[in-house]
Structures are given as structure tokens and as C-alpha cells.
């Protein structure tokens, strides 16, 4: 009797494991819109909750692209299902760093999944989308 209620408890707890983080299968296409440039380069970063409330400042994922006018996208292969955020930053002058003005503001332009116009960095809760099994594709609006 032991040996059967083990052997089943030993059946669930397999069955019941997470699938791998890195599933290569699930894709996040992120859509950056309102770029309206002609150079520079472009980074999107996708964070997770304890990333982006540590200040958006490491991704747990990032891609680079040159900096072009109209729509941009990047494609992130192999992401685990879950809650993530978007941050877009464009480099007008492609210097890698946050120009502010005479004023102390950014001057680049940014970008925050599902934040319409972000004065501020948004909280977690504002930003956040979550990435299901399969495509997975979100819009980004750039704003000064």
C-alpha cells in the first residue's frame, strides 16, 4: 500500500512540473509605432515584475534595431508564458545614453506596453501583458 501511494504521489508530482522557461516555441512580436526618425537605434527591453520595478533599467531580454521611419518590430523567440512589460527607447543620436534637455527631461523619445502617454515610468500593473503558448504580438506607441 506504501509503495502504490508513492508511486502515485511520485506520478503527480511529475506530471504536475512546470514546462521549461524557454519554451522556442512562443514568440512576442512587439510593434513599435510613432518612431518617426531617420537614424539612431532603437532598444526594446521586455521585463519582468522584479526588473521593471527595479527601474526598468536591465531587461531580461533586449534587441537593438537602426532606427528608421514608420513601423518597427522586434521578435523575441523562446519566451515563457507569463506577465511582462515593454520599454522602448529610441537613441535619436545613437550616443547609448538618455539625453535630457536644459531642463533635466528626456528628450528621446519612449515607449511602455500598453501606456498610451508616459510622463512618468509607469507601475508594473500599468504596463503589464501577459504571453500565452504560441504568437504573442504587442503594439508599442513611441512618445517625446
Same mark, same amino acid.
Not at 512546470?18 to 526594446?44: F, K, M, S, Y
Not at 531580461?60 to 513601423?71: D, E, P, R
Not at 508564458?81 to 529610441?90: R, S
Given at each position: 500500500?506504501?509503495? @502504490?501511494?508513492?508511486?502515485?504521489? /511520485?506520478?503527480?508530482?511529475?506530471?504536475?512540473?512546470?514546462?521549461?522557461?524557454?519554451?522556442?516555441?512562443?514568440?512576442?512580436? +512587439?510593434?513599435? %509605432?510613432?518612431?518617426? +526618425?531617420?537614424?539612431?537605434?532603437?532598444?526594446?527591453?521586455?521585463?519582468?515584475?522584479?526588473?521593471?520595478?527595479?527601474?526598468?533599467?536591465?531587461?531580461? /531580454?533586449?534587441?537593438?534595431?537602426?532606427?528608421?521611419?514608420?513601423?518597427?518590430?522586434?521578435?523575441?523567440?523562446?519566451?515563457?508564458?507569463?506577465?511582462?512589460?515593454?520599454?522602448?527607447?529610441?537613441?535619436? $543620436?545613437?550616443?547609448?545614453?538618455?539625453?535630457?534637455?536644459?531642463?533635466? %527631461?528626456?528628450? %528621446?523619445?519612449?515607449?511602455?506596453?500598453?501606456?498610451?502617454?508616459?510622463?512618468?515610468?509607469?507601475?508594473?500593473?500599468? @504596463?503589464?501583458?501577459?504571453?500565452?503558448?504560441?504568437? $504573442?504580438?504587442? +503594439? +508599442?506607441?513611441?512618445?517625446?
Amino acid at each position: 500500500m506504501r509503495v @502504490a501511494a508513492f508511486a502515485l504521489a /511520485l506520478a503527480l508530482a511529475v506530471s504536475a512540473a512546470p514546462a521549461p522557461a524557454d519554451d522556442p516555441l512562443n514568440t512576442l512580436t +512587439v510593434q513599435i %509605432e510613432n518612431a518617426d +526618425v531617420h537614424g539612431g537605434r532603437l532598444i526594446v527591453g521586455v521585463y519582468d515584475r522584479t526588473s521593471f520595478d527595479a527601474g526598468a533599467i536591465d531587461p531580461i /531580454l533586449s534587441k537593438t534595431l537602426k532606427a528608421k521611419l514608420g513601423t518597427m518590430s522586434a521578435i523575441f523567440v523562446g519566451i515563457a508564458p507569463g506577465d511582462y512589460a515593454i520599454k522602448a527607447v529610441l537613441d535619436v $543620436n545613437a550616443n547609448t545614453k538618455r539625453d535630457k534637455s536644459v531642463l533635466g %527631461e528626456v528628450s %528621446e523619445p519612449v515607449g511602455y506596453s500598453r501606456v498610451v502617454s508616459p510622463r512618468v515610468r509607469p507601475a508594473f500593473r500599468d @504596463a503589464k501583458f501577459t504571453i500565452y503558448p504560441g504568437d $504573442n504580438t504587442i +503594439v +508599442v506607441r513611441m512618445q517625446k
